[in-house]
């Protein structure tokens, strides 16, 4: 089956730019969840939806960053006024949830700030 | 202190060797635990999940868990070029977030 998407696969913003980041998850995946990913290191938790909930946004490392899931799949991560500590790659990764735990992650959406 | 430490290496076998690979954890609420692997410019891909203690076999993989000492661990056996690799150690508190070490990497020499 389809496994999760994303786009777009590759962003470049000017500093101070807008930019809206897509992820559609597994098909019946009731949990998604947003990581960021520097170069060398883990992905970094920024956001969880269950459903259309938002559950925990601990993670959002500023209130330029913000995240929707409206009707429960499709999700966006906007970012607004980008700096260029934002460059990374934002990782999208969906799970069953109900007692499934195992989270199974897009491809990623690599933002360049420039 | 992260919350998950992994040794970054490199850690380097041979073919056919067994790799294995070690992370430890700070939450001792913690109650799931994935092992993940991403080859360089992709993401990463779940291999092992665990959620008791004990050993879990999967093919060539297993995943060791250990509450008591906060530790999981990954084997590898008969390791092949493809395993070469960046390995990244997951735990989680509950059904939502998990926290990710910065991985090993693992390179298997033919």
């Known amino acids: 089956g389809a496994g999760v998407s994303q786009s777009p696969r590759y962003k470049v913003a000017k500093r101070g730019q807008d930019v809206a980041l897509r992820c559609d998850p597994i098909s019946g995946h009731v949990s998604l969840f947003w990581y960021q990913q520097a170069l060398g290191q883990g992905p970094e938790f920024l956001t969880y939806f269950q459903n259309e909930a938002q559950l925990d946004k601990s993670g959002l490392p500023s209130d330029r960053f913000f995240a929707e899931r409206p009707e429960g799949s499709v999700s966006t991560l906007k970012i607004q006024r980008t700096q260029q500590e934002d460059s990374a790659v934002y990782l999208c990764a969906s799970s069953l949830g109900q007692n499934s735990y195992e989270q199974y992650f897009g491809p990623g959406t690599r933002l360049t700030v420039t | 202190q992260k919350e998950v430490e992994q040794n970054s290496g490199p850690l380097s076998v041979p073919e056919g060797a067994i790799a294995s690979l070690n992370c430890t954890y700070s939450d001792r609420g913690s109650q799931s635990f994935f092992w993940y692997r991403q080859y360089s410019g992709k993401s990463p891909e779940l291999i092992m999940s665990?959620?008791?203690?004990g050993d879990k076999e999967d093919g060539r993989f297993t995943a060791q868990l250990n509450k008591a000492s906060q530790y999981v661990s990954l084997l590898i056996r008969d390791s092949q070029p493809s395993d070469s690799a960046t390995y990244l150690c997951a735990v989680s508190t509950n059904a939502g977030k998990s926290t990710f070490g910065d991985g090993t990497t693992l390179t298997v020499k033919p």
């Open positions: 665990i959620y008791s203690n």
